[in-house]
C-alpha cells in the first residue's frame, strides 16, 4: 500500500529543503539522509523534489534564493580550505593536491548556483579610436555604430558567458 502526502508533510518537506540548501546542503544529501530515516516519516526521492520545483513556482523560487546563498558558503569553504592549506607547514603535495580539487570544486559549485557573483567573465572593450570614425555622425548613427561593433565583438567572443561592456565616448583628445 502506497503512502500519500498530507499537504502540511509537503510543505514541511519543503520549508525543510530550502532551510537546508540555504545552510549549503545540497538536495541530493537531503534526499539521501531522508531515505535512510524512520519509517514515520515520509522518504524524499528526486524526482519528487524536482515535481515540486517544477509545479510550484513560489518552492522553486524560493530554492533558487537558498541555493543563491548556499553559492556564498561554497565560496567560503573554498577560501577556507585555500588558506588552511597555505598556512600549513607540513603540507605534501598530494596534501595540497586534494586541497586543491575541493576547493576548486567548492568554487564549480558556487559558480553553478550563481553565476553571476562567482562565475566567471569575459571583458569586451568596444572603443571608438579613429576621429573619421564617428566625426560629423549624429547621435543615433552613432549609438547604431556602437552597438554593430558591440554585436560583432560579442559574436566573436562565440562564449555564453557574461560579458563586461565598456564603452567610452570619443572625445577630441583622442588620437
Not at 570544486?105 to 559558480?111: C, F, G, I, N, V
Amino acid at each position: 500500500m502506497e503512502r500519500r502526502w498530507h499537504p502540511r508533510q509537503i510543505q514541511a518537506a519543503k520549508d525543510e529543503i530550502v532551510v537546508r540548501v540555504a545552510a549549503g546542503e545540497q538536495v541530493e544529501t537531503i534526499i539521501r539522509k531522508s531515505i535512510m530515516n524512520p519509517p514515520n516519516r515520509m522518504p524524499l526521492y528526486g524526482i519528487t523534489v524536482y515535481d515540486w520545483r517544477a509545479e510550484d513556482d513560489s518552492f522553486s523560487d524560493r530554492l533558487t534564493r537558498a541555493e543563491k546563498a548556499a553559492a556564498t558558503i561554497y565560496a567560503f569553504r573554498s577560501l577556507k580550505i585555500a588558506e588552511t592549506t597555505r598556512r600549513r607547514r607540513d603540507n605534501t603535495a598530494p596534501d595540497v593536491a586534494a586541497a586543491k580539487l575541493a576547493s576548486d570544486r567548492y568554487m564549480q559549485l558556487a559558480e553553478y548556483y550563481d553565476p553571476d557573483r562567482f562565475g566567471k567573465r569575459e571583458s569586451v572593450q568596444v572603443l571608438e579610436t579613429a576621429k573619421n570614425s564617428v566625426a560629423g555622425l549624429s547621435d543615433d548613427q552613432r549609438a547604431r555604430a556602437f552597438a554593430l561593433a558591440l554585436g560583432v565583438a560579442a559574436k566573436a567572443s562565440k562564449k555564453e558567458k557574461p560579458l563586461i561592456i565598456e564603452h567610452r565616448e570619443y572625445t577630441s583628445a583622442d588620437p
